[in-house]
């Protein structure tokens, strides 16, 4: 009888075990009134985050993470009513644990400001008015249709903006970044070693300025467009196609010996176009 | 009788401040003879002079003492306090204060180097010493082996701080995930390189103002990435 008993005990233990050793991923649904504008902040440590913008006044997440023992915290201020600020973080419960991912989808107003740390995972943003904040250490950083300033940092993860809008900063050590279809007047891209594409127009006015280290940096520009360019590298080259044509400064700045440079005029030159290599090549293209 | 007075009052006034103006020269060694002179007919000015040089003196004798970390925590209260530093600036200084460079004494220390090697960058054309006759291809630089062979003394500074952020780096990045370390060393990898690559080109073409330009963006954005990797918290 006792043998008996000790068993059901086993068949209890056994299984929770188990349950204990592989437990599954763990997921988080909430929907939260806001204000159009709010802004939000998400402190994650590897993983995707997804954002995009919507019509609702409402900030509506997922988040699965890998295991039962991440868990995901969620502030909203003032607690309630509407929002106007939420905080999302992630916390790694057990610091031994293999996967440490948190993936996070989340639905904003278009207003919204965003403030994200991802350091070992990536960021996607989609549509958005408001300002973004983006840093990672390793993960790529995407971001589409965001009309507000954009500040984007990565050491090794490469960086993409498609169709932004506003005030660009974007710094990267070892990634690459590439620009498509810009819209926006104020523009500063860096990298070290990684490559720099910019395709599209120019703003009458803007400021434009690219700078590489030792990468390579192509510049894929219309027809139409208006800039006058200033590309000046150390050791690096100036490549400009023939069949896009500069009329050269009047006064053209110095050059410094062995350098390679090109200061010129496309159409009226109504933007500022500044670009800069150590010892990368800096080819400037007419888009087809 | 009040109009002569006013007359002597205008006139002390007048010398004082000629006294004024050229004490720092004179303080500073330039050859100042009124503002001896004037120290010996004016008893204020002259109590000023000699408190100025009691002080120099004294401070002279005195050891060059590095603040603790909570002085600049406070400096930092203190300006945001006052409205000085704003938290709520743009967003690229909102990254800089989530990172809490200035709560750092090593970054403020470093930025107050770089602050230092810019100037120097800028007006000092042999700041990276003379020209030599042949210059040898630099052997590329690793993370180990700091980008900082001796060149002048303003940025003796930089060179120090530099080390103890890098020294701090190598014992914080035990803690990391090997992705991360991975990353922010390759990262440092490109940096060093850069930084030798450039002192190299300026030593060459000390009048490269573009590649001042480099070796400046070069030290700038490896403290920035040391910085940020010391406050990394693995999440």
């Given at each position: 009888m006792k043998r008996f008993r000790l068993s059901r005990v086993w068949l209890l233990i056994v299984p929770l075990a188990f349950l204990g050793a592989t437990p599954g991923p763990s997921r988080v649904e909430k929907t939260v009134d806001t204000t159009a504008d709010p802004l939000i902040s998400l402190s994650n440590l590897k993983g995707h985050v997804t954002v995009k913008g919507w019509e609702k006044s409402q900030v509506h997440l997922v988040s699965v993470s890998a295991s039962p023992r991440i868990e995901v915290d969620v502030e909203q201020?003032?607690?309630?009513?509407?929002?106007?600020k939420m905080h999302f973080a992630t916390h790694i419960l057990d610091p031994q644990l293999g996967d440490k991912s948190t993936d996070y989808s989340l639905d904003v107003p278009l207003g919204s400001s965003l403030q994200i740390r991802n350091p070992e995972g990536s960021v996607q943003i989609q549509t958005l008015q408001g300002e973004a904040s983006l840093d990672s250490v390793g993960g790529t950083i995407s971001v589409s249709d965001v009309a507000g300033h954009l500040a984007i940092r990565s050491i090794g993860g490469d960086i993409e903006m498609v169709r932004p809008s506003g005030r660009v900063e974007a710094d990267s050590v070892n990634g690459s970044v590439r620009i498509v279809s810009a819209s926006s007047s104020r523009l500063r891209v860096s990298t070290t070693s990684g490559k720099i594409f910019y395709e599209g127009d120019f703003l009458p006015g803007g400021v434009y300025e690219l700078k590489d280290y030792n990468g390579d940096m192509e510049i894929l520009a219309l027809a139409s467009a208006s800039f006058e360019v200033n590309a000046s590298t150390v050791r690096g080259k100036v490549i400009a196609d023939p069949d896009i044509s500069f009329k050269p400064k009047r006064h053209p700045a110095f050059r410094p010996p062995g350098s390679s440079s090109l200061f010129g005029t496309h159409n009226t030159g109504s933007a500022n176009l500044d670009l800069t290599s150590f010892s990368g090549t800096i080819r400037i293209r007419r888009l087809p | 009788m009040f109009d002569e007075k006013d007359k002597k009052i205008a006139a002390e006034s007048e010398a004082c401040r000629l006294f004024d103006a050229q004490v720092a020269d004179y303080l500073e060694g330039?050859?100042?003879p009124v503002v001896l002179a004037h120290a010996k007919e004016c008893a204020f000015c002259g109590v000023l002079l000699a408190d100025l040089q009691g002080l120099m003196v004294q401070s002279q004798g005195m050891p060059l003492v590095d603040p603790p970390a909570r002085v600049w925590a406070n400096i930092r209260a203190t300006l945001a306090a006052e409205g000085v530093l704003r938290e709520q600036g743009t967003l690229w200084e909102r990254w800089f204060s989530r990172l809490t460079l200035f709560g750092s004494p090593a970054a403020v220390g470093a930025l107050a180097a770089l602050v230092v090697l810019a100037v120097g960058l800028s007006v000092s054309r042999n700041v990276v010493g003379p020209r030599p006759a042949a210059v040898k291809p630099a052997p590329i630089a690793t993370q180990e082996t700091v980008a900082l062979p001796a060149i002048s003394s303003e940025d003796n500074a930089l060179a120090r701080t530099m080390a103890e952020l890098e020294s701090s780096y190598r014992v914080r990045k035990v803690s990391f995930e090997p992705a991360v370390q991975a990353t922010y060393d390759r990262g440092l990898d490109s940096l060093n390189a850069s930084i030798q690559e450039c002192r190299d080109s300026v030593q060459r073409e000390p009048d490269n103002s573009l590649a001042r330009e480099y070796l400046l963006a070069a030290y700038e954005q490896k403290a920035q990435v040391l910085t940020a990797a010391l406050e990394y918290d693995g999440r």
């Open positions: 201020f003032p607690p309630s009513g509407r929002a106007a | 330039e050859d100042r």
